[in-house]
């Protein structure tokens, strides 16, 4: 995976550089061109929560169809356990599949290997995304998901520094076909009064509906310029 960096300026829009976008090759948002009508969304719970939610209200058309599959806790093993059929009875083939995992964990690149080839073989024709872990932030709410305790494993620092190794195993786990989305650096590029930013509300991991909203027009705004409308 190539990563769109500062040193690209002279061959990238402002748009790739702001919003962090990584690919597999150095090209101007919109990354997919092709005629899309359609888009599954698997992950964790972060798309059970909110973001399955939000990818229907941003692209709002009875004729672009979103369907989604959510589990609390998931990572990619847990599609990818042989005594289970999860990824198969759970995955609806579309145009672009997007994987929103990594909040809970990449134990390995291989994993990241294995479940975009299983996708593949599953649905060939389809184009992977792979939105990668967001960036946690300190609860607005009652919750511990997140603190400022330099002992404990959830302080934010430290928290923050394994979701960037995160970050890497994903990157170097996708092939050349995937795209990869760095959902932490698309968060980190946003204004404080942004709903998706640093500032943001909750309990410091899962995202609220407005900031998921947020994070799902970004999305829009990098990859799709033929999404079918009418």
């Known amino acids: 995976?190539?990563?769109?960096?500062?040193?690209?300026?002279?061959?990238?829009?402002?748009?790739?550089?702001?919003?962090?976008?990584?690919?597999?090759?150095k090209k101007k948002p919109p990354l997919i061109t092709k005629k899309v009508s359609s888009l599954f969304v698997l992950g964790d719970s972060q798309v059970k929560r909110h973001l399955a939610n939000a990818f229907k209200e941003v692209f709002p058309s009875d004729a672009f169809i979103v369907r989604s599959f959510g589990l609390e806790g998931a990572r990619p093993s847990t599609y990818l356990k042989d005594d289970s059929n999860l990824l198969k009875d759970s995955l609806v083939c579309a145009d672009v599949v997007f994987i929103q995992l990594g909040d809970n964990g990449i134990t390995s690149k291989a994993n990241v290997s294995d479940l975009e080839r299983e996708v593949k073989n599953l649905c060939p024709d389809a184009t992977v995304v792979?939105?990668?872990?967001?960036?946690?932030?300190?609860p607005t709410t009652d919750s511990?998901?997140?603190?400022n305790d330099p002992d404990n494993?959830?302080?934010?620092?430290?928290?923050?520094?394994?979701?960037?190794?995160?970050i890497e195993r994903i990157?170097?786990?996708?092939?050349?076909?995937?795209?990869?989305?760095d959902a932490y650096t698309l968060q980190e590029s946003e204004p404080n009064t942004s709903p998706f930013s640093d500032s943001r509300d909750g309990d410091g991991v899962h995202l609220t509906y407005p900031s998921a909203e947020r994070y799902v027009t970004m999305v829009d705004n990098l990859l799709f310029s033929n999404k079918v409308s009418s």
């Open 1 to 25: 995976m190539k990563k769109i960096t500062i040193g690209a300026l002279a061959v990238l829009s402002i748009v790739a550089i702001t919003y962090g976008a990584y690919a597999q090759r």
């Open 153 to 166: 494993p959830r302080n934010i620092h430290t928290y923050n520094k394994t979701k960037r190794l995160w």
């Open 144 to 147: 511990d998901y997140v603190n």
């Open 171 to 181: 990157k170097e786990g996708l092939s050349e076909d995937a795209i990869f989305i």
């Open 130 to 138: 792979w939105g990668g872990p967001f960036k946690v932030v300190l």
